[in-house]
């Protein structure tokens, strides 16, 4: 059985610093790192990164061997707008549409994330996969770190 491909949001990187958020994501990026999971890094978090703290370009910097880069291609470009239209979002967070548009098309299986404002909330997952089926894309989970991770009995 072959991992599952996993993208991965930007603030997932700097949720392995946050204090709420350290314990899992660390322990998510120490299971990849074992391969328990296929990573997708997509230029669009690359270069949302190049500000961060050293440590968060650093964990990138270790990360990016381990998986498979992507990028945001005219057919991404397409689906955001269509998240856009169905006001997903508004335009003032398109890169957040941008990075779920980014994982449909490259058929990743989910997209992990901390931006439970955007992107990991109950109510724009089902609008995001709406518009994916309409547009022929298959659904695509949205999680958290913390529901993807193993834990010991």
Excluded at 46 to 68: F, H, K, Y
Excluded at 98 to 105: D, E, F, K, N, R
Aim: aromatic share 10%; net charge negative; hydrophobic share 45%.
């Amino acid at each position: 059985m072959r991992p599952i491909r996993i993208y991965i949001d930007t603030c997932v990187f700097g949720g392995a610093f946050d204090k709420e958020f350290s314990t899992v994501t660390q322990t998510f990026f120490h299971q990849a790192q074992e391969g328990s999971f296929s990573l997708v890094i997509s230029t669009l978090v690359q270069d949302e990164l190049i500000a961060s703290p050293q440590e968060v370009r650093d964990l990138l910097t270790a990360m990016l061997p381990l998986g498979e880069t992507v990028y945001p291609t005219s057919e991404a470009l397409l689906l955001q707008q269509a998240y856009l239209s169905e006001d997903i979002v508004t335009p003032k967070w398109a890169d957040d549409a941008l990075h779920v548009a980014i994982a449909s098309v490259t058929r990743c299986d989910m997209i992990i994330s901390w931006n439970f404002k955007h992107i990991v909330h109950y109510q724009k997952i089902l609008r995001y996969n709406a518009v994916n089926i309409l547009r022929g894309y298959p659904v695509i989970a949205i999680n958290t770190p913390a529901e993807v991770v193993e834990y010991e009995e």
